[in-house]
Structures are given as C-alpha cells and as structure tokens.
C-alpha cells in the first residue's frame, strides 16, 4: 500500500514524540508499505517565527515572510528523516519545492495547483520513507510559498490525490472529529464518519482541525481522510462519501 501520513505540531512537539511519528512509520515501511510523511512545525514553532518577524518589520514583505516561516517545516522534515534514520530505515526529507509541490503566486494563502511527483516516486522506488515539509511549494515565479494556517492538512490530502495513496491519514492531538471543538466542550461528541460537506460545515462555524482546502481537495478527488490521534494510535473519524 502507498500510504501518507501527516503529522501536526503537537503531535511533533518533542523529541520523544518525533520519534514516536518515526516509530509508527518505520513499522509500516517494513511491513512492506511506501510511506510519504507530511509534516508541520514543531509546537508554537510558527506562531513564535511570526513574533520574531514582526520584531524586525511589522510589515514585512509577504514573499520574505512564506520565505522564514517555510523553514520550520523544513527543520521538522530534516528531525523526522534523521530520527527514522536512526531506526535504521532509509528516509529522506523534501521541500515542497523539491517534492514538486506547485502553487499560484498568493503568498501567505497560496492554493497548489499541481503536483509533479516524480521525485517522491523515485524516491519511493528506491525503498525509502519521504518526509515532505507541509505548508509550502512553489509559485511560477519559483519562490517560495505557504498555504496558510494549517496548511499542512492540505499538503498531505493533495499529495494522496496526485499520488494515489490507498491511505491518507492526519494525525493529531485528538481522536477524531467532534461536533465541537472537545477541548472547549468536554461533552462533545466524536463522529466515526463524517461526509465531506458536514466537515466543510464545521469548519466554517470554526473548527480547525483540518484545513478548509484539504477538504476541497479530498471532495475533488475521492479522497478518504482518517483524522486520529498521534498518541494512541487508535481509529479516528473518516471523512469522506458515505456509503
Ligand atoms: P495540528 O497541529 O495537528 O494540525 P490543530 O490544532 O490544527 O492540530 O487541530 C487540532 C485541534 O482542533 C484540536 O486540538 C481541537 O482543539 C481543535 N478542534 C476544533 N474544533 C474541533 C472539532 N470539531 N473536532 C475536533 N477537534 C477540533
Ligand atoms: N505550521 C503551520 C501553522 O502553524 C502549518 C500547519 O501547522 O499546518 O499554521
Ligand atoms: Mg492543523
């Protein structure tokens, strides 16, 4: 199976739960699978490279802004490829642009508008995990973009689209999706399937966890999306058509 994974800031908060990610996905590619990993800033990383900006030029420019706040992911993407090397798999990290991750030219809010996945692919054929740094690629003029907040949910569903995943999962700090935010609302309610036009609902009524393009995307395409948590590993909510 090829299968991708995304995982968020909390879920790559510290060492130890980078290694956990690395743990999950070396166990699936020895069990024979092709794993793509995708892969956020590590904790408040974003919102912390944001404050630092602005410390310099409340107004920066937009294009020089996509330019520092990609790098988070990038340092996410280098940790979790040296941690999986460490289990003793070969992994290899990717930029957006380098994992052919096209988008138009919005920068701070860029849509992708294609993907050329040989790169991942020939990596893949050469049997090792790829861990893709989210939230960015690559604009016509090739500078360097970013999605917009939570992008790297869109990174990981567009991915399985042009890859054609048979799994694409987004893991996280809770075990699913609720009919509100369960942090807020300890009485919340968990859904085991959601379909793509009530998880559009929510999002507009707030609810952030997932990005609102990453749906889109998963609507276009026919993509199934398994939102789980990254600590217990247990089944999440699917998002998708129901049958
Ligand atoms: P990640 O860093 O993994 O992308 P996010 O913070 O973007 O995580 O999204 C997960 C958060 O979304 C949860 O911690 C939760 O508080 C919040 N959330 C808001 N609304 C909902 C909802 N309806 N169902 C589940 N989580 C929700
Ligand atoms: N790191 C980015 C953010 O905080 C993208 C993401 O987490 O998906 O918005
Ligand atoms: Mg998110």
Redesign the pocket.
């Known amino acids: 199976m090829l299968i991708v994974q995304k995982?968020?800031?909390?879920?790559l908060g510290d060492t130890e739960r980078v290694r956990g990610a690395a743990r999950r996905v070396t166990g699936l590619a020895r069990q024979g699978n092709q794993v793509v990993v995708v892969v956020?800033a590590q904790g408040d990383m974003t919102d912390m490279l944001i404050g630092k900006a602005a410390q310099v030029n409340r107004r920066g420019a937009a294009r020089e802004m996509d330019a520092y706040l990609a790098a988070g992911e990038q340092m996410s993407a280098g940790l979790l490829a040296m941690a999986i090397g460490a289990m003793g798999y070969p992994a290899v990290s990717l930029t957006g642009w380098q994992a052919g991750i096209q988008t138009d030219g919005v920068h701070g809010n860029a849509r992708i508008t294609g993907i050329s996945p040989e790169r991942i692919r020939q990596e893949l054929d050469a049997g090792k995990i790829v861990v893709v740094a989210g939230f960015q690629g690559v604009d016509p003029e090739g500078d360097i973009t970013t999605l917009g907040r939570?992008g790297?949910?869109t990174t990981a569903v567009a991915l399985a689209a042009y890859l054609k995943a048979d799994k694409c999962q987004?893991?996280?700090?809770?075990d699913?999706?609720?009919?509100?935010?369960?942090?807020?609302y300890p009485d919340?309610t968990r859904f085991g399937r959601i379909s793509y036009e009530k998880m559009m609902a929510?999002i507009e009524n707030?609810?952030?966890?997932l990005h609102d393009r990453s749906v889109e995307f998963a609507r276009e395409f026919g993509i199934k999306v398994e939102v789980l948590s990254a600590f217990t590993g247990e089944p999440g909510t699917i998002v998708g058509d129901l049958e």
């Open positions: 995982y968020g800031g909390t879920s956020s939570g790297s949910d987004i893991f996280t700090d809770v699913g999706v609720y009919d509100r935010d369960p942090r807020l919340a929510l707030g609810a952030q966890v």
